[in-house]
């Protein structure tokens, strides 16, 4: 099972930064929170992970709460092509991405 | 760089058939996994293989196999094809690291009839 809570959908107006929630409350030290997206039919594609820090990217920025046990997924200025299903994963070295049913992001012009 | 590819996109077969199917990693990378998409189960692990070695294995029946060549390429092989097997099958690369972050192919999508 996943690992991960996030809300079912979310909408976000183009241009606008669009801040994507996740709780993993049970993370273990290990254990790195990673976010993926997929449009329609196509492979997840990769966005940004992280252990502990903040991190960004020429995609995103991830934002971790000090305790770990959530994290918010920022793209700065959403566009039409954003639209997709964002995926937060908390995973472990060696172990396999537990995918779970991710939010929906529609972005409107 | 090129990113993973997977061959062939589309495919049909029938009950009882089975395929083969076909994944080529990001250059350098040696760890592979296979996953299944689909509309009621969403996104399940299959394997993993890492120099040609399974290091990972998901919940499913011994129908589904694989294999991993010494240039990394990979093979699933889903044999006694049922009709549920109909999905979109995602390979996935990354170099063996601490972080072995999974890049996606855009998958094969399979239909059984």
């Known amino acids: 099972d996943a690992k991960t809570t996030q809300p079912t959908s979310m909408d976000c107006a183009e241009g606008r930064a669009a801040n994507l929630p996740c709780n993993h409350s049970t993370i273990s030290g290990n254990e790195y929170v990673y976010w993926y997206r997929q449009i329609h039919s196509q492979g997840p594609q990769y966005i940004i992970h992280?252990?502990?820090n903040n991190e960004t990217n020429e995609m995103a920025s991830l934002i971790i709460t000090e305790d770990r046990k959530s994290s918010t997924l920022i793209l700065p200025h959403a566009t039409l092509r954003d639209t997709a299903v964002y995926y937060c994963?908390?995973?472990?070295?060696?172990?396999?991405?537990?995918f779970g049913a991710g939010t929906i992001l529609r972005v409107k012009s | 760089k090129a990113g993973v590819t997977q061959t062939p996109r589309y495919l049909i077969k029938t009950r009882g058939q089975q395929v083969t199917l076909s994944c080529s990693p990001i250059s350098g990378h040696r760890s592979v996994s296979w996953y299944q998409q689909t509309p009621g189960q969403g996104l399940q692990f299959l394997f993993e293989?890492?120099?040609?070695?399974?290091?990972n294995k998901g919940n499913f029946p011994g129908r589904f196999s694989g294999r991993q060549f010494s240039n990394s390429r990979s093979e699933m092989n889903v044999s006694t094809l049922e009709l549920g097997d109909s999905a979109l099958y995602l390979c996935?690369?990354?170099?063996?690291?601490?972080?072995?972050?999974?890049?996606f192919g855009p998958g094969t999508r399979l239909l059984v009839l």
């Open positions: 996935a690369s990354s170099l063996v690291d601490a972080q072995e972050t999974q890049y």
């Open positions: 293989y890492f120099s040609e070695t399974q290091r």
């Open positions: 992280g252990l502990k």
């Open positions: 994963i908390v995973r472990e070295y060696g172990n396999k991405l537990v």
